[in-house]
């Protein structure tokens, strides 16, 4: 009988997701406040630490697949130096830039650089520790076991924005989080070539495509199983015009790009509103709290409300839609930090419990034997979602903040459209898992 992987693994592979996770989280947290010090556009700043997220949606699938040939513990120790040399050069440029010695356009171009490496490199380090676990966990423990893993990412989200403030030094200055967060990273990856063994896996399992951590609800998919593929005879291949994925597939561009641009707008709109454009170093902790507040939102909404409330698909797309409607409207209209922060965790909360119920719903629309397939279009989808849309946003935002609030709800109401008129129901969904089963 194998034995499960021993807690001070389980520990070491929990740091690897985490680490990448908040420090992501703490970078936006500080960038608004950096911009501002920089005197560049807002609009800028997004396109800058948003191209990493298009490096890793081309990436993420080459290093899932490597990581079945190569080796996990490699792939974990790769993604760990890309998160490692990134932080480290983008912190060093910002430095430089904040104290006159680069212009603000150079510093935004060798920073977008410097981001380039995490997204290139940094994706190795999330399927690899979801096959490693998966490869060395019966079936019987794999769903408790992937959850555990799966919750170090949602963790981050809400440790990231809580602990950047802190570690704004006065000799590092807004940089500060850039810096700790590599000295955090190199830790780690010591402690995973010290400690974690070398692959030699019980169960047969692959690397999944992870979507890149820029949002709280950063999915992460468990590897696909070579225990479940039974089917000798392969799927046809599965197109994002399949009618019984269309409407799912809409939903989800069309609320992911809502939900991007809204994290793309709010900490230059906290500045904004706040009257802090002059004082951006004290910006960043209201980001920050702001923040924080909608990454609870919405681990309440994926972890408390879903399962509790037993809410299918359709359901949990059309009331995440309504609560992210409302709670824009709120902090749209606000000037306080308090109402600031109720709305974007409102906001947060609806699309903590639309994103899970686009991919249950895409999962559930399609067949067992497809569902490896479908995973790589919902994270091609998540992932898509964080490449333009943040810019646009703070663009939009940046001609008049009522036409950017004004597009993300009209995004909001269209997804609510879609479901009422197009998408099966939750019976319907749990019908065809019945028949399948």
């Not at 994925?245 to 939900?259: F, K, S």
């Amino acid at each position: 009988m194998t034995k499960p992987i021993p807690r001070e693994r389980m520990a070491l592979l929990f740091l690897v997701m985490l680490v990448s996770a908040a420090g992501n989280t703490a970078m936006q947290s500080v960038m608004p406040s950096i911009g501002t010090e920089l005197k560049v556009a807002d609009v800028w700043i997004s396109l800058a630490y948003t191209w990493s997220a298009l490096l890793w949606m081309l990436c993420a699938p080459l290093w899932a697949r490597r990581s079945d040939r190569r080796g996990r513990k490699a792939m974990m120790a790769l993604g760990l130096t890309g998160f490692i040399a990134s932080f480290a050069l983008c912190g060093s440029i910002l430095w430089f830039g904040l104290s006159g010695a680069l212009t603000g356009l150079w510093t935004l171009l060798f920073f977008a650089a410097a981001r380039s490496l995490y997204g290139g490199f940094g994706s190795a380090a999330p399927p690899a520790v979801q096959a490693y676990v998966a490869s060395r966990t019966p079936r019987a423990e794999r769903t408790q076991a992937m959850a555990i893993i799966a919750s170090s990412f949602g963790l981050g989200t809400v440790i990231g924005p809580a602990v950047a403030p802190l570690l704004v030094f006065p000799m590092t200055g807004l940089v500060g989080p850039f810096f700790a967060f590599a000295l955090i990273g190199l830790t780690v990856l010591i402690l995973l070539r010290l400690r974690l063994p070398n692959d030699a896996p019980s169960f047969a399992a692959r690397g999944s495509v992870t979507a890149a951590p820029f949002s709280p609800s950063a999915n992460l998919g468990v590897g696909e199983d070579d225990e479940d593929n039974e089917e000798s005879v392969p799927p046809p291949d599965l197109r994002l015009r399949d009618k019984r994925l269309r409407p799912w597939v809409m939903c989800g561009l069309l609320g992911g790009h809502a939900q991007a641009a809204t994290l793309g707008i709010i900490g230059f709109f906290i500045l904004d509103r706040l009257h802090m454009r002059a004082t951006p170093d004290i910006g960043a902790g209201s980001i920050g709290l702001v923040l924080m507040s909608g990454a609870i939102a919405t681990l309440l909404a994926q972890w408390g409300l879903i399962p509790m409330l037993k809410l299918g698909p359709r359901i949990s797309i059309m009331w995440g839609m309504a609560l992210s409607f409302v709670g824009i409207i709120i902090f749209a209209v606000s000037d306080q930090l308090h109402s600031i922060t109720l709305g974007f965790a409102m906001a947060s909360l609806g699309f903590g419990l639309f994103r899970p119920g686009f991919v249950a719903g895409s999962s559930l629309a399609v067949s067992r034997r497809e569902q490896g397939q479908v995973g790589g279009i919902v994270a091609s989808v998540n992932g898509a979602c964080y490449i333009l849309a943040p810019a646009i946003g703070v663009w939009l935002y940046d001609h008049h903040e009522w036409v950017g609030f004004g597009a993300i709800c009209t995004l909001c109401a269209a997804v609510f459209y879609v479901g009422w008129r197009w998408l099966q129901s939750d019976a319907m969904l749990e019908g065809r898992v019945d028949e399948a089963d």
